[in-house]
């Protein structure tokens, strides 16, 4: 049996955040830390780096999971706060497994807590399923507070029958194509996240404790999981899938039972 050791929040921190520096080289050098199948995939980021992603293996609150409607708590908007002011001259970057918008505006009051936006990123598919259903694309906006805790925003994405997209995402994704390369930025002109915050405190939301999604998959951060979908359009859909590809961790046990792992680890083991 392995021990889990107990991750500073700083590190935490520091790896919901990105490194950005560190992922261009990474990326550019065609050596990233973590992936997404074979023995860079999930199933084996605890072996990539046994020390410090420990939670991915053994942590008893990972992310993503099954939200079942029944279960998961539901709560009115009105109980969290999502407030982003319109930004100008936004970075907008290929991080090699995902893209990614630098913010350095942005309030989250949930909890009686405030926390400030740093980021958001994508993931195809959604990570989340909502009561089984998934969904071709989730958004995370990652917020932290002043002790280093971590909160994260998710809104999940349908594919519009009509060929609308929320109007914040058609100019985040018109400028997709200037970073088709793995550690390449561009500079987005302006976003009005005017609608989204109307769409955020107009649904309810779900919310549990679990972990981030990617290495090292420390504990501790808050969701907050908008229950409505997002509109999204096949032709930014397939411009964005065709760039991150497929960057989804498999959905995790339920928050407080035992790591899937462990216990696929348990059953080869005979024990």
């Known amino acids: 049996m392995r021990f889990l050791a107990i991750l500073p929040l700083a590190t935490a921190v520091t790896a919901c955040l990105h490194d950005r520096t560190l992922a261009r080289r990474a990326a550019q050098a065609g050596t990233p830390s973590f992936g997404y ?16 992603n420990a939670a991915c293996d053994l942590g008893k609150q990972q992310s993503p999971i099954a939200i079942d409607s029944k279960t ?16 100008d001259h936004v970075e ?107 769409h955020f405190q107009g649904h309810e939301v779900y919310t549990y404790g679990g972990s981030l999604t990617t290495p090292p998959c420390s504990e501790g951060v808050s969701w907050f999981v908008s229950a409505e979908p997002l509109s999204l359009d096949v032709q930014h859909y397939n411009q964005v899938k065709r760039l991150i590809r497929f960057n989804s961790r498999y959905t995790q046990n339920v928050p407080g039972d035992e790591n899937l792992l462990e216990m696929a680890a348990r059953e080869l083991n005979g024990l």
């Open 92 to 198: 907008f970057e290929n991080l090699g497994y995902t893209l990614e918008v630098v913010l350095p505006n942005g309030t989250l009051t949930a909890q009686g807590k405030q926390y400030t936006l740093a980021q958001f990123h994508f993931h195809t598919p959604s990570e989340h399923r909502l009561d089984e259903e998934h969904y071709p694309l989730e958004v995370h906006f990652v917020f932290t507070d002043e002790t280093n805790g971590i909160a994260v925003v998710g809104f999940v994405f349908q594919l519009s029958e009509t060929g609308h997209c929320d109007s914040l995402f058609s100019s985040v994704f018109a400028d997709v194509e200037a970073i088709s390369e793995p550690g390449s930025a561009t500079e987005i002109e302006s976003l009005d996240f005017s609608d989204l915050t109307k």
């Open 72 to 87: 998961v708590t539901l709560i009115d908007s009105s109980a969290v706060s999502l407030d982003i002011p319109d930004a």
């Open 37 to 52: 199948s074979g023995a860079q995939g999930p199933l084996n980021w605890y072996g990539l780096d046994p020390q410090t």
